[in-house]
């Protein structure tokens, strides 16, 4: 009964801890528009931004993480393979998306304007 007990307090600890404690972002996070796209199943706008554990798509681009994006506070550096519509090959970049808590993630490419807030898209 004790390990039962103690088993069921680990389970509601980890439950109540939630996503910040450990794992992968969950889901997509995106602008209005990046959102609007997620939900359609396309993209139709210059202005589409959307995030998730894997990459940043945005229209005509995007860069796939070497590692998963976790949803703790604070910024993260991660190495990126990023490929631009019309130009050939891929470059490696280093991309930083800071998460601002209730403010969103914003996301930092070499060369290109801060992304964001990006809001959760569910």
């Given at each position: 009964?004790?390990?039962?007990?103690?088993l069921?307090?680990?389970?509601?600890?980890?439950?109540?801890?939630?996503?910040?404690?450990?794992?992968?972002?969950?889901?997509?996070?995106?602008?209005?528009?990046?959102?609007?796209?997620?939900?359609?199943?396309?993209q139709?706008?210059?202005?589409?931004?959307?995030?998730?554990?894997?990459g940043?798509?945005?229209?005509?681009s995007?860069?796939?993480?070497?590692?998963?994006?976790?949803?703790?506070?604070?910024a993260?550096?991660?190495?990126?393979?990023?490929?631009?519509?019309?130009?050939?090959?891929?470059?490696?970049?280093?991309?930083v998306v800071?998460?601002?808590?209730?403010?969103?993630?914003?996301?930092?490419?070499?060369?290109?304007?801060?992304?964001?807030?990006?809001?959760?898209?569910?």
């Open positions: 009964m004790a390990r039962s007990a103690a069921i307090s680990l389970v509601l600890a980890a439950s109540v801890a939630g996503p910040a404690a450990g794992g992968v972002l969950a889901g997509s996070w995106g602008n209005d528009v990046g959102c609007a796209g997620v939900k359609a199943g396309y139709d706008s210059d202005a589409y931004i959307v995030l998730t554990a894997g940043i798509e945005a229209y005509g995007g860069c796939r993480f070497a590692q998963q994006l976790t949803p703790v506070l604070g993260q550096s991660l190495i990126s393979t990023c490929s631009v519509e019309g130009e050939a090959g891929t470059t490696t970049e280093t991309v800071t998460n601002k808590g209730e403010d969103g993630f914003f996301v930092t490419i070499p060369g290109l304007e801060e992304m964001g807030p990006l809001q959760s898209c569910s």
